[in-house]
């Protein structure tokens, strides 16, 4: 486990893994009054989290299953990223993908955060790629029999 500098100027619980091998934690809504998201619309959430994350790191904040499964609520940017230089409030981008309107309501779990390690890249200009088995087929190429 990496330790991780966090505020939390929310009325709840620090985002938590719901079980032992949980890959994500919870981030909950930290807005004052309910949010409604009609159908095909989008709003930032907050949660009242801030965080510093050591370099090297980013957090993920990806949809919650319950959500999208059963209301239709997902991620617009999906997952979002949060860098490890970012000092802000971590917001929720959520989009209504159904046909009804979904109330946010203070509190309720929205997202799921999950701390990853990354590199940064460092581009090798050339003039020729090795090949490989796959070549240049994509868009579901490999699943074509």
């Not at 934690?25 to 994350?53: C, F, H, S, W």
């Not at 919650?64 to 970012?86: F, M, Q």
């Amino acid at each position: 486990m990496i330790p991780i500098k966090i505020i939390n100027r929310s009325e709840h619980e620090l985002p938590s893994y719901q079980t032992a091998a949980s890959a994500g934690m919870d981030l909950r809504a930290n807005n004052q009054d309910p949010v409604v998201l009609k159908p095909l619309e989008r709003a930032i959430i907050p949660t009242g989290i801030y965080i510093e994350l050591p370099v090297g790191y980013e957090a993920q904040i990806r949809p919650r299953s319950g959500l999208a499964g059963k209301k239709g609520i997902s991620l617009v940017n999906s997952p979002g990223t949060i860098d490890a230089d970012y000092r802000g409030e971590i917001g929720v981008i959520l989009v209504n993908l159904s046909n009804e309107s979904f109330t946010v309501e203070k509190g309720e779990r929205i997202a799921q955060m999950v701390i990853a390690r990354h590199e940064q890249a460092k581009w090798v200009v050339v003039d020729e790629l090795s090949e490989s088995e796959r070549g240049a087929g994509g868009f579901g190429s490999t699943g074509v029999k």
